[in-house]
């Protein structure tokens, strides 16, 4: 059935409109097949929805999502995880391999991608691990899981630590067209850590998190990347020297690509306190506020890549412990668009031409899946924003199973209303659509 989405504020660099533009869309069969100026377009069957002005985007992809499915499907599934994205303004997002047991093999990825198509019309991409069960021992069975489907590999949670192994598996990564996604964190130095080493950390009396700790693996895959001529995307990149280096990764010509989380721009080590508030507990930590305002700096001039929420949901009861006993991470899904809204864009730091790159065509570009755009002939993967919507984050607004966000009570401007993927909703008046 045809979906005519009329007088839409259009926006997509990549379709020649960098600035909001008034416009009809037309989609049959999961294309868009025509886009006008508003009342240009004729059609008298199918689905009409006036958007009022509101605007209309590419489909965001969220490159970094940790879905818990299988093995910790009480924290998050694919079903609540691909809800919770729709509702967040995405129509796709990458799992991260770290489950249990963890996507190592050809049928696991098989397994995320079957249950995917049946429980969520959110576009599910699957990244396999490097090496087998994450242990840095022996290398994944990548071709097997390339076969299946997977579009990248990491060993995202702990990062794998022999540099020999790095190479081996950047070796087939590349063999096989397929990038590396490098969780930068050399085990040696970080030991137990749980916060950014500094004054925050001494004064708190916590395990301290040396930059050094992410940065020297930082260099080391650079280099290995160099080596390889594998592509190298440098995962939650949290500190002004890494961000140093992978502008001189990109200056010299080596193919090498970067992500921002919300949380590492829009907090910073000052926001723990003696509250130990163990939602501000996350891999890798928050660093200074130099630090973030130089993410800030780079997501803007495109020397980052892209955003993505590293969406890391847990129970409640995990979190309600001591700090050192609680485990990493944040949700991030359904806060990451309106905080970069709230955040960059409106304050004038960031284009909302700015916002489409970082976060609908780069993830899409370094994972190598089909482009999106505003344009006759693509994919009908669609975000609907109004950017004047104001609503405050609560613990009873997610649809994730999880509530462990680091930004509870945050004013936020602007969000997702409506989110169409192949052409059908995932969101609807900022209601999740059921398969």
Not at 90 to 95: D, E, K, S
Not at 230 to 245: F, S
Request: charged content about 20%.
């Amino acid at each position: 059935m045809p979906l005519m989405l009329k007088n839409a504020r259009c926006v997509d660099p990549a379709a020649g409109m960098p600035q909001p533009k008034l416009c009809d869309l037309l989609v049959r069969d999961g294309q868009i097949v025509e886009i006008g100026q508003p009342g240009s377009i004729r059609t008298e069957n199918g689905l009409q929805h006036d958007l009022g002005g509101k605007l209309l985007v590419p489909g965001l992809v969220d490159m970094h999502v940790h879905l818990r499915d299988p093995g910790q499907e009480y924290k998050e599934d694919i079903a609540s995880g691909g809800a919770a994205a729709a509702h967040g303004g995405f129509t796709a997002v990458l799992a991260m391999p770290n489950t249990k047991p963890i996507t190592d093999s050809g049928s696991q990825v098989t397994y995320v991608l079957k249950k995917a198509a049946a429980v969520t019309r959110t576009r599910v991409h699957v990244a396999g691990a490097l090496s087998l069960g994450e242990q840095g021992a022996a290398l994944a069975e990548m071709g097997d899981m390339a076969a299946a489907g997977a579009v990248a590999f990491t060993d995202d949670g702990r990062g794998l630590q022999d540099a020999g192994m790095m190479r081996l598996a950047m070796e087939y990564a590349f063999g096989l067209g397929r990038p590396v996604l490098s969780h930068c964190q050399v085990e040696s130095l970080v030991g137990n850590g749980q916060i950014n080493e500094g004054v925050v950390s001494t004064r708190l009396g916590l395990a301290a998190w040396p930059a050094a700790g992410e940065e020297m693996q930082i260099a080391r895959d650079i280099a290995l990347a160099k080596l390889t001529g594998a592509a190298l995307h440098i995962q939650h990149l949290t500190t002004a020297a890494g961000l140093e280096m992978v502008r001189a990764a990109k200056a010299e010509g080596l193919s090498v690509t970067c992500e921002v989380t919300p949380h590492h721009l829009f907090l910073d080590e000052s926001a723990l306190d003696e509250t130990y508030n163990t939602n501000l507990k996350m891999n890798p930590p928050l660093r200074t506020a130099a630090d973030a305002a130089a993410l800030r700096a780079g997501l803007a001039d495109g020397s980052i890549d892209c955003l993505a929420s590293d969406h890391a949901p847990h129970a409640a009861h995990e979190k309600a412990v001591e700090f050192e006993l609680a485990p990493f991470g944040t949700t991030g899904l359904e806060t990451s668009l309106g905080l970069v809204l709230t955040e960059l864009v409106a304050t004038g730091q960031m284009s909302l031409a700015k916002l489409v790159e970082r976060m609908a065509h780069a993830p899409r570009r370094i994972l190598g899946l089909e482009p999106v755009s505003l344009a006759h002939g693509s994919i009908a993967d669609l975000t609907v924003i109004d950017p004047d919507l104001e609503w405050v984050v609560s613990e009873e607004g997610f649809v994730s199973k999880s509530r462990n966000s680091a930004f509870i009570g945050r004013h936020l401007l602007g969000r997702a209303t409506e989110v169409y993927v192949d052409g059908y909703a995932s969101l609807d008046k900022g209601n999740v659509v059921e398969l």
